[in-house]
């Protein structure tokens, strides 16, 4: 009896660090989740050869030794997809840290627990089907309202199809329920519960992708006027420590207009995720006035926690961004940073002792990332609804230097490159994005919406403000070696406009209440004031008045202040300062011209 | 019965004699059964003398050990090889490890008697459950103006010092330990010093400073001096740490960590990873360097309903003065900022050469203000960075077109720059200025611009503090 059941399981034969081999392989299949030992360490198979398998193991592996026996799962390493994910905090690979903290105390251990979502929960279901209709994968079955903010739509799983027999009434149920019953073509019938699972290297099916075009708006205005991202695009963040990487993540994870928000700490600090978790149920979502937190799932895998489960953790929040995408949603999803995705990635194949590549990366470590970016999308889901995924990586390069692997190839598959900058950084100019080396592929395609929410020369106002700063770049040279006074008025009056855009606009404050989150209207009227200003300064130029009458002029100072004192929508204040200026730029000139005609 | 069962009972642990390879600090031992991946191994050489080893791979067949004080003198035939059946182990208790001094694998080097009260722990810890983590906010003033002013402490932070050598990184180390204690009013400190391939008159002048300060009682030294064997150094740190967190969440006590010098472990690490054979990434370290450094820094912070703390201050030196080399560099993706020492600074003799602009606090903005320390520290700071960055552009273009043909604002910065650092950075080594005392400088320094070119204070912050320094001047 013994000797059978020894046959049927695999045993270890291998162990160095999460790399763990089991014998004989032919039991196990590739991918497969597996359970390794009487702790029931969590892995998965990443190779079979001959009669031996490799198993990543996601937990430590102290103590484990050879004999032990290993479960196979007969499944793919999966993610349960269902009510109860909002406002949650996983791992990687999807364990509820408040219910281990529950368990195990302060301190992470190792081994199985429970399922990912809570199966004691009620939540109130509303059918939206008739018994009788014909379903398929993707449809919604019914809705479930999970936090103020959002209606958790209940999707029939993947591979169902048939005749919807049976669905529950209007009432309470527990994801342990079967709310529907549904049958096949060949008369089988299958329940359905509220929740399901998917593997979550596999991409979840939709029915087309549409290119984007909607702004995903994020209240920072380096970012929707000069370099925007759309809903379902892609962008990178790359930038050495201490230039605010982190920062700026946490700032769009508050204020992206996006529906869900799935944040991934992937190998970053303890701290860091703590800090979202005292944030987010504070803060207010600007257009909804709910707690963040009502919107947002977290994914914490700090670079202390097993390296392993730092490389499922990407694909962990990824599957979950599709999930809500399938229900019409807008997502936007974190990740912070792809770099120790990648690293941790690097740290298994030397393990497996494959080939290095580049830097020791594995040479699949490109296609790997395309195949994460390519996960973003706008598209029309199974049930006809349109939804998306927005995608934000950020990238953390060893000593700052963009031409490292991870960076590279990262720029290859991303639309929006947000660079950010050392000196600015050592200034406390911040976001220190640096606005020369940043581009954004979607500017011709937001552009006309913010034409129509704005002003029709939106495009042409960021257009001349990006020129201001490019000459200003140019001049710049000559400013290090001579020094400002060097120049002529004309030039200098590009000095002085480039310094409005960098202080005046470019320049927001995380910290400050007002200034932490710029609407769209506010932008577009902060930078016109600034322009409309650069534009009178040249009128003050051709007249030959010294420039810095022009600059001492009161509304200058008022222009200063605008981003910090205009709250809100307002646009009144902005009027003023624009009249303001016209109004003290004439009286400028008319002084000027005054002496002339006296003497 | 189950092999399992016998593994727990210590005094039937599995000895084997013979090594079928020994390779740097690396040995293979064949014929092993029922070892564990990471388990604890005592070696005893053919003279008799024991060492310590863990199992780094294992197989059926065989285990890889590594063994701290290094493979010198072992032979192949005589050698025996105990598996102890658990992982690194040290037993701590509060009265047992203070004011003591060990070895970095937890051995007492004073003469007095091993720690026996207490359960043993693993010294790899284990993660603190983000979850449970409470956030640090807790200002710690410690003197210094460049770190309380510009890049404040908190409890419970990662805070590095990145140095290079010859500077006067162990000084600051040992004025911040001074200063920083008398804060802690309301409860108990400690110190855990950790040493890593220092020298021998390095950590004595810290045991001197410890006592001079009078806190010698509060301190335990774990120390891997440079002599010792570089296997070792991968230990000692985790073993302080584990004092570290026994003290900070079971004895409530606030715990300053001070590691020195993390290059030296870095440097053991890549000297053991290569004798492995492993595939090295940069500049030969290995590639899961940031992981490994992560599990010794991320073992700080405060958790919730715990009265304790863990503060870091680990000490690198970057070789040649390389920010981004790899040890600084993966450092600060780690750490919540760094304190960067200048050697341009240090030429100039000024004490403590901090430069401010690469140097960061990320926990600062949560520690300070109103309540904390003062409502315009905020801006004062951000205003007194921009200025310096600022006045070290004028300073560059002054070396080009000469001091005299800058412009009349630039002029004042320059002024500025020079005044900001033989203020501001240079203090004394036994000058411990109170914040506020910190904050009215910088306020007396940034009135020597124009009103207009301070755009990061508010008017009213102006009018209230900038003003007030004037008329401290001219009293």
């Known amino acids: ?599 | 019965m189950k092999p399992e069962t016998l593994r727990h009972d210590h005094d039937l642990q599995v000895e084997f004699v013979g090594l079928s390879r020994i390779q740097g600090p690396l040995v293979v031992i064949e014929g092993i059964r029922d070892v564990g991946f990471g388990e604890r191994v005592e070696i005893v050489t053919s003279t008799g003398d024991t060492r310590q080893g863990r199992v780094l791979a294992i197989s059926r067949q065989a285990a890889v050990v590594e063994v701290f004080h290094g493979t010198s003198g072992l032979d192949q035939e005589r050698t025996r090889v105990r598996f102890l059946g658990r992982p690194f182990e040290i037993i701590v208790s509060k009265d047992e490890i203070l004011g003591r001094i060990f070895s970095g694998l937890g051995m007492p080097l004073d003469g007095g008697p091993a720690p026996f009260q207490g359960e043993p722990r693993n010294v790899n810890g284990l993660p603190i459950n983000p979850v449970a983590r409470a956030y640090p906010e807790d200002f710690i003033q410690t003197g210094i103006s460049t770190i309380d002013g510009m890049n404040t402490l908190v409890r419970g932070q990662k805070l590095p010092i990145f140095s290079g050598s010859g500077l006067p990184h162990n000084d600051l180390a040992m004025q911040i330990v001074r200063q920083a204690r008398i804060l802690s009013e309301e409860t108990s400190f400690a110190i855990i010093f950790a040493a890593m391939g220092v020298r021998h008159d390095e950590a004595e002048a810290f045991r001197r400073n410890f006592e001079e300060s009078g806190v010698l009682n509060n301190v335990a030294m774990f120390l891997n001096l440079a002599d010792d064997p570089a296997v070792e150094r991968l230990i000692a740190p985790r073993v302080a740490l584990t004092a570290a967190e026994y003290l900070a969440f079971e004895e409530d006590m606030h715990v300053l960590v001070i590691l020195t010098d993390m290059t030296n472990y870095c440097e053991a690490l890549r000297e053991v990873a290569t004798s492995k054979g492993e595939v090295p990434s940069r500049k030969g370290y290995p590639g899961y360097l940031y992981s490994d450094l992560a599990s010794i820094y991320e073992r700080a912070g405060r958790i919730h309903g715990r009265k304790g703390s863990v503060t870091q201050i680990p000490i690198l030196t970057m070789p040649d003065d390389d920010i981004t080399h790899p040890i600084p560099d993966l450092t600060g993706y780690i750490t919540e900022g760094q304190i960067v020492l200048d050697r341009e600074l240090f030429r100039k003799g000024i004490y403590p050469p901090v430069n401010v602009l690469p140097s960061l606090s990320r926990l600062m903005s949560d520690g300070i203000g109103e309540g904390k320390t003062r409502e315009d520290h905020r801006n004062i700071s951000s205003q007194l960075y921009a200025a310096y960055a600022k006045s070290k552009q004028v300073e560059r273009l002054a070396s080009i077109v000469g001091e005299e043909d800058l412009s009349v604002v630039d002029k004042k910065y320059f002024a500025f720059s020079r005044e900001f650092e033989k203020r501001f950075v240079h203090q004394g080594r036994d000058e411990n200025r109170s914040i506020s005392e910190t904050l009215d400088l910088g306020w007396d320094l940034v009135m020597m611009l124009p009103e207009s070119e301070l755009v990061r204070v508010t008017p009213q912050e102006i009018e209230k503090y900038g003003k007030a320094s004037h008329t401290r001047n001219q009293e």
């Open chain 1, 1 to 599: 009896m013994s000797l059978l059941h020894d046959e049927q399981t695999p045993i270890v034969s291998y162990v160095s660090g999460p790399v763990v081999k089991a014998e004989p392989g032919h039991l196990l299949s590739m991918n497969e989740m597996v359970e390794v030992g009487e702790e029931r360490l969590v892995g998965e198979v990443i190779g079979l050869d001959g009669n031996t398998a490799t198993i990543q193991v996601y937990e430590d592996t102290t103590g484990l030794r050879p004999g032990t026996k290993v479960f196979g799962q007969r499944m793919n390493l999966f993610v349960e997809l269902g009510p109860g994910l909002i406002g949650q905090i996983f791992d990687g690979i999807q364990r509820p840290l408040d219910f281990l903290k529950e368990k195990w105390g302060d301190f992470i251990r190792r081994g199985k627990t429970v399922a990912a979502l809570s199966r004691e929960k009620v939540w109130e279901f509303v059918p939206a089907l008739e018994p009788g209709v014909q379903i398929g994968p993707g449809m919604v079955l019914g809705t479930v309202k999970e936090t103020e903010a959002i209606v958790h739509k209940v999707l029939a799983p993947p591979g169902c199809h048939g005749t919807l027999k049976v669905i529950a009434p209007k009432g309470r149920y527990t994801l342990e329920d079967v709310i529907a019953e549904v049958e096949g073509p060949s008369g089988r019938v299958e329940k359905i519960k509220m929740f399901h699972r998917w593997p979550v290297r596999v991409s979840r099916p939709y029915r087309k992708r549409f290119m984007p075009s909607v702004p995903l708006l994020t209240g920072q205005r380096v970012i929707d006027t000069f370099f925007p991202i759309a809903k379902g695009g892609t962008a990178a963040i790359p930038g050495g420590f201490g230039t605010g990487k982190t920062v700026t993540q946490h700032q769009l994870s508050k204020w992206a207009d996006a529906d869900i928000i799935i944040y991934i700490g992937c190998g970053e600090r303890g701290n860091e995720m703590t800090g979202v978790l005292t944030d987010f149920p504070r803060l207010l979502d600007p257009r909804t006035k709910r707690p963040l937190i009502e919107r947002t799932v977290l994914i914490a895998n700090t670079s202390d926690m097993p390296v392993a489960a730092r490389e499922a953790s990407i694909y962990t929040g990824i599957t979950m961004a599709e999930y809500f995408r399938d229900q019409g949603y807008d997502v936007a999803l974190m990740a912070d940073s792809t770099s120790r995705w990648a690293e941790a990635l690097r740290e298994i194949s030397g393990r497996l002792e494959e080939m290095p590549a580049e830097e020791g990366f594995p040479a699949y470590l490109a296609s790997r990332l395309a195949a994460f970016y390519e996960r973003a999308g706008r598209v029309e889901t199974l049930s006809g609804e349109k939804g998306s995924v927005s995608l934000i990586g950020a990238v953390s390069p060893p000593g700052g230097d963009f031409s490292e692997p991870v960076t590279m190839h990262t720029k290859r598959f991303v639309q929006c490159f947000w660079a950010l900058d050392k000196e600015l950084a050592s200034a406390r100019y911040f976001p220190a994005i640096n606005y020369l080396e940043s581009y954004s592929a979607y500017i011709s395609a937001v552009s006309s919406w913010w034409e129509e929410k704005t002003s029709a020369e939106w495009k042409k106002l960021r257009d001349d403000a990006v020129e201001i700063l490019q000459e200003d770049a140019k001049l710049q040279n000559i400013v290090k070696l001579l020094g400002e006074d060097a120049l002529p008025d004309d030039q200098r009056m590009i000095i002085e406009g480039a310094k409005l855009i960098k202080n005046d606009f470019l320049q927001q404050s995380a910290f400050d209440p007002v200034d932490t989150y710029c609407q769209p209207i506010k932008q577009y009227y902060l930078l016109k004031v600034i322009m409309h200003f650069v534009d009178r300064m040249r009128d003050v130029v051709m007249a030959r008045i010294p420039l810095f009458r022009a600059m001492n002029l009161p509304v200058v100072e008022k222009i200063h202040r605008a981003k910090y004192s205009i709250e809100g929508e307002e646009v009144e204040p902005f009027l003023k300062i624009l009249e303001e200026t016209d109004q003290q730029i004439e009286e400028l000139l008319k002084r000027s011209r005054e002496p002339e005609n006296e003497a």
